[in-house]
């Protein structure tokens, strides 16, 4: 059989759904902070980033989106979660040579300080917690149109006294079509295990598979995402899955402001609180390009009547 870059494209969908058809329940999963999204502009199109190019957060989401990238490029962030929960964000890809190009994200959160108690429910003063991720990452192109990544991850958790290290593989394919303005992408997250326990029970860890499509439309300067989240998931029906649908929208007003929207399916029904659903689930945002080679990104995300989720990004083109 002659391989093509079609055929490549096929086969690994094929893998893709049939690995999400037959994985198992993780109902005790650790570094569950994965499932987050990480930087501002990925996070105001609600997540929907798996299938974008030319931009180094794409290591997050997608690690052959790496291929794409014009020029050297990093980027820094800042996220404000519930109460005192905040984290950060960072990022670099460049091309080497001929070799192809290499990048690497780093996530941390920081859950705070807490009261300790023992059993006796006596105070034992304040504890601590935070999760950190390290990407390392590698994607080159075939043919100039399909192209590939991989990231190797380590994550460390902590709780306390106790700590937890884990180590993980992202994979990842982007095929392009450059005439008809529109981008097709899939992702393997998460794959991986846990090598060191907090203390004696072993997790597993929240293996993601997404899927995603951007177009850019012709008439209007508009860019749309759709992907879905979170297939690996066992449910009874396989069509159930597709609940999990991710819908975004980047609109260009000039050569300087970009305003974005979205929508998580997943996040609405999980923010829901009593009867209510508020506006859980939808995102908004904006970015700003200056000084030629910098751009700041903004991130709202809503959390329904439990709050808001605030992102900035500072993205530089080197």
Not at 171 to 185: H, I, R, S
Not at 217 to 229: I, K, S, Y
């Amino acid at each position: 059989m002659i391989i093509t870059k079609n055929n490549l494209f096929k086969a690994l969908l094929v893998a893709v759904f049939f690995a999400a058809n037959l994985s198992v329940a993780q109902q005790q999963n650790t570094y569950d902070f994965l499932k987050l999204n990480v930087d501002a502009r990925s996070s105001a199109m609600a997540g929907s980033f798996v299938s974008m190019e030319n931009d180094v957060n794409a290591i997050f989401y997608n690690p052959a989106g790496l291929a794409t990238l014009s020029n050297k490029q990093a980027s820094v962030g800042f996220f404000k979660y519930l109460m005192d929960i905040n984290a950060g964000n960072a990022s670099y890809s460049q091309k080497y040579k001929d070799i192809g190009f290499f990048g690497a994200g780093i996530r941390y959160i920081n859950y705070g300080t807490m009261d300790k108690y023992d059993e006796n429910y006596q105070n034992q003063g304040t504890f601590g917690a935070s999760d950190l991720a390290l990407s390392l990452g590698y994607a080159n192109v075939y043919k100039n149109n399909f192209n590939y990544g991989a990231n190797v991850k380590f994550i460390y958790s902590s709780i306390d006294e106790y700590s937890s290290v884990g180590l993980a593989l992202d994979l990842g394919a982007l095929y392009v079509f450059p005439e008809q303005k529109l981008n097709l992408g899939v992702s393997v997250l998460n794959l991986g295990t846990q090598v060191k326990k907090y203390i004696s029970t072993a997790e597993q860890l929240p293996l993601d598979i997404r899927i995603g499509m951007t177009k850019s439309l012709e008439h209007l300067p508009l860019t749309v995402n759709l992907g879905f989240a979170n297939l690996a998931n066992s449910y009874d029906k396989f069509f159930d899955r597709f609940k999990n649908i991710i819908v975004g929208g980047e609109f260009i007003l000039n050569d300087y402001v970009l305003l974005r929207v979205g929508y998580n399916n997943v996040e609405r029904q999980n923010f829901k609180t009593g009867t209510s659903l508020g506006i859980s689930g939808f995102s908004a945002g904006f970015g700003i390009k200056f000084a030629n080679n910098y751009k700041l990104d903004y991130a709202f995300n809503s959390l329904g009547n439990i709050g808001a989720a605030h992102r900035f990004n500072l993205g530089f083109n080197m």
